[in-house]
């Protein structure tokens, strides 16, 4: 049983335009929800985390968008560009332990 | 820059062989994780270990064990290497709490 689950498992997106990546979960006691960008042959690397008292998180082109009572966030980059292309994961945790249960990954192709 | 390092980057190993599996870290993180990868599961924890001597296991436990005898160091052993146990594995730290964790660049094991 997947707690975290993400949409799209793949996704194209011309240079420029916004992709977008949902995920949503079941644990309402998770209060850390991380984004890791993956490029290949590399592991994952902490690109955004948000925790469940903001609704939106921005750091440059990439926005966290947060929604409690939903069970959902999503993962939204602006002015996609080539290098964007990578594997994307959304995870959630709880506690001090750090634990954390990812979503299926989501692969972006950004098109020139 | 942090850095988590694992011992191999490719490993064959016959169906039935013990395997060990290095991770060593450098930022005298508490806590340490081994995930394993599969396309369209994401990755899923096998074990965590929160101090020297001290694990518990993850969501995916059953023919693995882990070692922690340095805080540095976290190794992960298949008693009897399975085919179904052929995967990417990606060992990751991070201090106590939610907070980033570290990955290492992962360990394509097959087993045949």
């Known amino acids: ?112 | 820059d942090v850095k988590v390092t694992q011992s191999s980057r490719y490993l064959v190993k016959r169906t039935g062989e013990k395997v060990f599996l290095e991770c060593v870290q450098d930022m005298d993180h508490e806590n340490m994780f081994w995930y394993r990868q599969d396309p369209g599961l994401g990755l899923r924890l096998i074990y965590f270990s929160y101090d020297v001597k001290m694990k518990e296991k993850g969501d995916i436990p059953e023919g693995y064990s882990v070692s922690r005898e340095k805080k540095e160091r976290f190794s992960l052993i298949l008693e009897s290497a399975s085919t179904n146990q052929t995967s990417m594995y990606l060992c990751a730290s991070s201090y106590s709490g939610n907070t980033e964790a570290f990955f290492g660049q992962g360990t394509r094991l097959t087993v045949v």
């Open chain 1, 1 to 112: 049983q997947q707690q975290v689950k993400q949409s799209p498992q793949s996704l194209i997106v011309q240079k420029g335009g916004i992709s977008i990546i949902n995920c949503a979960y079941e644990n309402t006691a998770f209060d850390y929800f991380p984004w890791y960008q993956q490029f290949p042959g590399k592991g994952p690397a902490l690109l955004i985390a948000i925790r469940p008292d903001v609704s939106e998180k921005k750091e440059g082109r990439f926005t966290i968008s947060f929604n409690k009572s939903a069970k959902q966030f999503s993962l939204h980059i602006m002015d996609s560009q080539p290098g964007d292309s990578a594997t994307y994961f959304c995870a959630a945790s709880k506690g001090a332990g750090n634990m954390l249960t990812f979503g299926g990954g989501t692969r972006l192709m950004v098109k020139p």
